[in-house]
């Protein structure tokens, strides 16, 4: 499943969301991905960070707070 949304204030930017299972090889833990492209290319954002699943409850509280 993956999501792509506008980044506001760019003419092309993209927000790209997606889970990846095994991103790090066999056994490596599931994570959320949350890239950033400047250029549109979700598929190759120039920014990214993955997040454990276990974390990603506190993560969304964290940024609902921000809002």
Not at 57 to 66: C, R
């Amino acid at each position: 499943m993956s999501t792509v949304i506008k980044l506001d204030g760019t003419k092309k930017g993209t927000i790209s969301v997606a889970k990846i299972v095994e991103p790090y090889g066999k056994d490596s833990g599931t994570v959320a991905s949350v890239g950033i492209s400047l250029s549109g290319d979700a598929a190759n954002p120039e920014w990214k960070v993955h997040l454990p699943m276990a974390n990603l409850d506190d993560v969304i509280a964290a940024l609902q707070a921000l809002k």
